[in-house]
């Protein structure tokens, strides 16, 4: 078995792989708090609670005619968070993105799924014509960046507009995002928890080309935190995403997680890599891998919680073709029962 065998080119931005492991690390509502406390603008933390973040359930804000065809625009990692204000703990609407590349039009993307968000709301709240009956939460977006190329820290939806005449600019509409880049950010200084720390760490170790060699450095963060469920789920996602970018074959994957996470955890753990990377020795089992992911990552978001018998059922799955046709049906089912019929 040859390195190169499993290895995702970080050049092939159709595999989203890089994308996944964003969303799937920011969904933790603690690394997402820890992202914008220590990563993102000062002011933030000076205005917003972050101390209480809440994933906001899933919303599918209808079809909408997009590059690809008509779709279902759904928000991507989503949070409910309140101001410090004492008189109304005004309600902010949180939006993640994680790009692996610079595209200027991730400030449209963003915009259109906030505005649709807070239209959505309006108009399943009767369309109120007054702001005593409904109050507009604040659209927050967040970019979160980590690539190989420099990209500006402050992307504006004025800035798409390149042949506007100066005087009329006034008349754009101004949404900013907030940048974070974690390009900027040294390795030796890294802050936050742990897990937020080893996270960052992987993020960019991946498009420095330098996971491999360090994969055992990231995972002795871990070192400084209980290995409860979340903790071993978080260090077992960056094992698996190191396995798949890097090409490690599973013998040194294994080394890496048993020399740091000791006992039965760490057996345990290296075999759950083993199983869901190098599936029979196949690189479908990478894709597969991610599908599977993917599968338990919008049930989480969505009813904060996966049983033991849906788990055996995905892990079981092999036909990628049934894996992506469940995937759909994560996002569309209203409860977990629908879903588990559907699957089992």
Known sequence: MTEDRFKFSLKDRKGSIHDYFGRVTIGDPLIASDLLRYYGEPVIVEHIDLDNLQAAPTQFLGPTHLATGPKEVKLDVPYIAHLHDEAWKSEVLILFEHKSSPNLFVVLQLVV??????????????????????????????????????????????????FIPEPLRRFIPQFQLIVINL????????????????????????????LAEYLPGVLSRFEAVSMDDRILELATTIVWYGGCVTGLEPKRLVEAVTNVIKGKKGIEMAETIQRGIFSQGKAEGVVEGIAKGEIRAILRLRFHEVSQEIEEAIQSMTDLIALRSLIVHAESCKSLDEFKDGLL
């Open 183 to 210: 390009r900027q950010f040294d390795y030796d200084n890294l802050q936050g928890r742990p897990e937020t720390q080893a996270v960052v760490e992987t993020m960019k170790r991946v498009f420095d080309e330098t």
């Open 113 to 162: 799924q906030a505005l649709l968000s807070l239209y959505k709301r309006w108009t399943d709240a009767g369309r109120p014509a007054s702001l005593r009956n409904f109050h507009v939460p604040m659209p927050l977006m967040v970019l979160v960046y980590c690539g190989e190329e420099d990209w500006v820290n402050k992307i504006r939806f004025q800035d798409i507009f390149e």
